[in-house]
């Protein structure tokens, strides 16, 4: 399953998007914050306006009209993200042209758009497997935008799956706790139904959902894609004909990716290999430090044999990535103290960053989660920085000593 190299996708990354640069006659990537463009005259423009807004591509001579409707700065940042999701179908040379990634304001926003497509199609029943991240959960449960969802575990998609079913969510490794889905697997027992796979945790670096057989990778591009804190936006790729239908939602929604913003998003794509190996290995020997710790009574983690009993990190990943979660013996109590004892690591929600974060999700990005399915109490999930192990280790030493005070 596993194509070329870690090497290629390096490269690869470093020029993803960047094609045309040099006929502009630059080498940084062009921004274009421009809200509305010239149109040459009533007709064209008309004619462009229709081609966009009913989520088809800008065709050669087109106007681009109203940035709701299309930016040259964020298609260059999907551009590159197409390349980064399709990876490994064109490392084996087969083809990837019918694939395309639309970008949104927000992961929410991707994800909603998504949701969205499908009810507007008729097809409004969603059969998801927890766990999730917090928000699509609470956004499934209160059907806000017209959804029915089935949660059920991995084993029992097949028989959820009904005539009005319109999609099966998945996330792996999930947040918070890093379970991980034998994606083939759902892929299999959904059918014809499309699967989509949230891949923010693992990132196109360690996972390619799309080489696995699903219809809809999605990422929080805030997170890792973007690796600094400091810009917000979601993605989806899927195949040409799904991505006309949400360009249309994003459109008439207004969900667009600022172009500000997909600049930033878009520079932090060529050190994405380069950060996400780097945490890795410093998530490898946390989890294991974690293990030695009587404070811990567990220690999450897709690297840890016993986190993957079926081997899914080797069958469907490049590696386990750099989240890590622990559950302390203590219960909230210790999670609160061991919090107030850090001063390295930022206690934050949002992750994939370059410095570490560490939150509480029962109480924060799960806490509108039914009680059924929230994290434990004493449940603290760690984004793992480039901060180095033993700086992250005296830290995280003081926070064990704030629970024993």
């Not at 065709?59 to 551009?79: H, K, Q």
């Amino acid at each position: 399953m596993k194509p070329a190299s870690i090497e290629d996708f390096e490269t690869m990354a470093v020029h993803a998007g960047r094609s045309g640069l040099t006929q502009l006659g630059v080498h940084a990537l062009p921004i274009d914050l421009s809200t509305t463009s010239p149109l040459a005259d009533i007709i064209e423009g008309g004619n462009s306006y229709e081609t966009l807004a009913s989520g088809h591509s800008l065709g050669e001579g087109d106007s681009s009209v109203y940035r709701r409707l299309w930016n040259p700065t964020v298609a260059r940042f999907e551009s590159a993200i197409t390349e980064l999701e399709t990876w490994a179908f064109r490392a084996r040379g087969a083809e990837a042209d019918d694939i395309e990634t639309i970008a949104f304001a927000s992961g929410m926003a991707a994800i909603s758009a998504l949701l969205l497509s499908r009810v507007g199609l008729g097809l409004n029943h969603v059969v998801a497997v927890r766990p999730l991240y917090g928000g699509t959960d609470h956004l499934l449960a209160s059907g806000l935008l017209g959804t029915q969802v089935d949660f059920v575990q991995a084993s029992g998609v097949a028989s959820a799956i009904g005539k009005n079913t319109g999609l099966v969510i998945i996330e792996s490794p999930a947040n918070p706790s890093l379970d991980l889905v034998d994606i083939r697997q759902i892929v299999a027992a959904a059918g014809t139904v499309p699967v989509m796979v949230d891949n923010t945790f693992a990132t196109p670096v360690l996972q390619q959902p799309l080489d696995l057989g699903v219809t809809f990778s999605v990422h929080s591009a805030t997170k890792y894609l973007g690796g600094h804190g400091d810009a917000m936006g979601g993605t989806i790729t899927t195949t040409s004909e799904n991505a006309a239908h949400l360009r249309q939602v994003r459109a008439i929604t207004g969900g667009l990716l600022d172009p500000l913003t997909a600049y930033l998003l878009h520079r932090g794509i060529p050190t994405l290999s380069m950060r996400v190996r780097a945490q890795e290995q410093t998530a490898i020997a946390l989890a294991n430090w974690f293990q030695g710790r009587p404070e811990v009574e567990r220690t999450f983690y897709p690297g840890l044999p016993e986190c993957d009993p079926t081997g899914l990190v080797a069958s469907q990943m490049y590696g386990s990535g750099a989240m890590v979660s622990i559950d302390l013996a203590g219960g909230f109590d210790a999670a609160e103290a061991f919090c107030k004892g850090l001063n390295l690591i930022t206690h934050a929600v949002s992750l994939g960053g370059v410095d570490s974060l560490i939150q509480h999700p029962a109480a924060l990005t799960h806490r509108l989660v039914p009680s059924d399915a929230k994290p434990s109490q004493g449940l603290l999930r760690v984004s793992v920085g480039l901060e180095s192990f033993a700086d992250l280790v005296l830290d995280l030493e003081s926070g064990f000593g704030r629970i024993k005070e």
